[in-house]
């Protein structure tokens, strides 16, 4: 178990629901997508890299509605020649792969999960 957080700890952390309107290969890397996904007027698209490639495929992401952690600071990072950030975190369970969070009911993109 991780160490014991505070309600104030977790109210700091900005989970929305976001819909993924694109799903790109990253070139240079096996297990990466580039997920272009829309939060709704307010926040509108951000850009996130994902290391789920290996459990799903792009049409099986493209259209759908996720739980995102979108107040993570910005993750810089290098593939090949390519300078990429990550403006967010989709988030999933599982130890010996990804599943993802998905909703019995239709939600707004940028819905606050609670």
């Known amino acids: 178990m991780k160490p014991t957080i505070t ?24 297990k990466l997508w580039k997920l272009t996904v829309n939060f709704g007027e307010e926040i509108g698209e951000k850009t996130i890299y ?7 495929g792009a049409d099986s992401l493209t259209g759908k509605k996720y739980v ?4 993570i600071a910005p993750k810089k990072f ?14 999933g369970a599982g130890e010996t792969g990804a599943v993802l969070y998905t909703f019995d009911q239709d939600l707004p993109a940028g819905s606050v999960v609670r």
Do not use: H, T
Not at 50 to 56: E, Q
Not at 68 to 71: A, Y
Not at 78 to 91: A, F, H, N, R
């Open 7 to 30: 309600f104030d700890d977790f109210a700091k952390l900005d989970l929305r629901v976001g819909e993924v309107v694109a799903c790109e290969d990253v070139p240079g890397s096996e």
């Open 50 to 56: 994902s290391g789920i490639r290996k459990w799903y």
């Open 68 to 71: 995102f952690l979108i107040n």
């Open 78 to 91: 290098k593939i090949g020649d390519q300078e990429l950030e990550s403006s967010g975190m989709i988030v």
